[in-house]
């Protein structure tokens, strides 16, 4: 079968790889550049555990081929922490108790940084429908909610601070 | 879940995507947003040969209002309907639908062409397409051929649509002064099919009686139901509670839906009737009949 050579970027390192058509990125992503901290959940689309960002926009890398990305930039949970700091999204899971087990978490980290990029102050109605494609089965979405909330309030310091 | 073994092709042009499909027949199928494909395929209830993927072609995403028609390209995100100020505001029987299509993670990639090209009554567009007498544009080694909505629909899983054709555009006749529409679904949680669903158009005439009521029913049989006859006597008439009480449950009778986890034969038809009698009131409401 067929395999293709695919380019792209991920967490700003460009990447160059054969694929076979039908690998899954998610898989590529794991088992082939073995940044494991994206994880396989339901394997159905339904639970959001494997959400990347792909040129920003958070996807279900279950769903889509890896050969798809060819070109693209990818963003992982791996790219969030930067030179020792944690990403405040990351900062905020930390201190608003946002896991438990932690399996959902990469995948609702990713889907909320887009959020914050897209809508710097969302309400606790646009966060709840932002992550209604991701599930968490044990902390609950309570503490989830408040983490977002946190990282809110710390990107919009960041942003005023660097302006100013 | 790994799908079984196939060759992948992204076409840059729509030319070179139907000379693939004319190559490979029936043992290829069009990839556009995946979300229904993949799934399929990983689950090996679908297979392929040969995955066209028309994604890389140019020219296949855009919501644009001309002459009258409201034009959206094939490949169409459903994030893009939903964030449309146009839809928001002219269609919110499309921005009801893409609102409760799947989640928002699926919806960033799932695309409107797809949702009707799949055949899966359970989709959400389906219905709302019927309702608003929706044309869907097939393209083909030919050329392009106009498919009337209500004939596009043959069975499970089956549409008008040739093996060697894309669909490349759908188009929904603009609403004129005094019309609304409405999608309601009941779901058991976020991302789940229709327990039912029922999308409706409806356009007032003077006077508050009803020039056109379009209705539909999402996930009650092996296709998407039209139920225009049940809606036809209503039009020409005032607006009347009983009257359409009386066409919501006409449509729910013609439905057969299967009893599966998501309720019995008797419950889904019922929450047919309650749904199509709640989207014609909403329709009307934003119509400003009410």
């Known amino acids: ?164 | 879940m790994i799908p079984a073994a196939f060759d992948y092709h992204a076409p840059a042009t729509l030319p070179e995507a139907l000379a693939l499909l004319t190559r490979y027949g029936d043992s290829a199928k069009v990839m556009s947003g995946g979300q229904s494909l993949l799934p399929l395929l990983k689950l090996r209830l679908g297979q392929a040969e040969h995955v066209v993927d028309i994604g890389r072609i140019p020219g296949l995403e855009y919501i644009r209002e001309e002459g009258g028609v409201l034009r959206i390209g094939g490949r169409t995100r459903e994030a893009a309907l939903e964030e449309s100020e146009l839809i928001r505001t002219r269609y919110p029987i499309l921005h009801d639908t893409a609102k409760v299509i799947a989640d928002p993670l699926v919806r960033n990639r799932a695309t409107v062409g797809g949702n009707l090209a799949h055949g899966d009554p359970a989709n959400d567009h389906p219905a709302t397409m019927l309702a608003l007498g929706a044309q869907v544009v097939a393209t083909g080694p030919k050329g392009e051929r106009v498919i009337p909505i209500d004939k596009f629909f043959l069975g499970l899983f089956t549409t008008a649509l040739a093996p060697d054709e894309i669909l490349t555009e759908i188009r929904i006749p603009a609403p004129p002064p005094r019309s609304g529409g409405a999608y309601v679904k009941l779901e058991r949680k976020v991302g789940d099919y229709a327990t039912a669903a029922a999308a409706a158009q409806v356009t007032l005439g003077a006077g508050g009686t009803l020039e056109r009521v379009g209705l539909a029913l999402t996930n009650v049989g092996p296709t998407p139901l039209d139920a225009a006859a049940a809606a036809q006597p209503l039009v020409g008439k005032k607006v009347d509670a009983a009257a359409l009480a009386e066409a919501a449950r006409r449509a729910a009778q013609a439905a057969t839906p299967n009893p599966d986890r998501r309720g019995s034969t008797e419950y889904k038809r019922e929450m047919a009737r309650v749904l199509a009698n709640r989207a014609l009131h909403k329709a009307i409401e934003r119509a400003g009949g009410h």
Not at chain 1, 66 to 90: F, M, N, R, S
Not at chain 1, 98 to 110: A, E
Not at chain 1, 114 to 141: D, K, M, Q, V, W
């Open chain 1, 1 to 164: 079968m067929a395999t293709h050579t695919i380019k792209l970027t991920v967490n700003g390192e460009a990447r160059e790889a054969q694929v076979e058509s039908r690998l899954l990125l998610v898989h590529f992503l794991r088992e082939g550049l073995r940044l494991t901290g994206t994880h396989i959940g339901c394997d159905t689309t339904h639970c959001g555990a494997c959400t990347v960002l792909l040129d920003g926009v958070p996807v279900k890398s279950c769903t889509l081929l890896a050969v798809q990305a060819d070109g693209c930039k990818l963003e992982t949970v791996e790219g969030l922490e930067q030179g020792g700091k944690l990403h405040p999204i990351q900062e905020g899971f930390w201190e608003q108790h946002g896991l438990q087990c932690g399996y959902c978490t990469p995948g609702m980290m990713m889907t909320s940084v887009a959020l914050l990029a897209r809508n710097p102050s969302p309400s606790e109605a646009e966060i709840r429908e932002a992550i209604s494609g991701n599930l968490c089965r044990c902390t609950g979405y309570v503490n989830i909610v408040k983490a977002i909330q946190y990282a809110a309030v710390k990107l919009r310091e960041e942003k005023s601070h660097a302006a100013s």
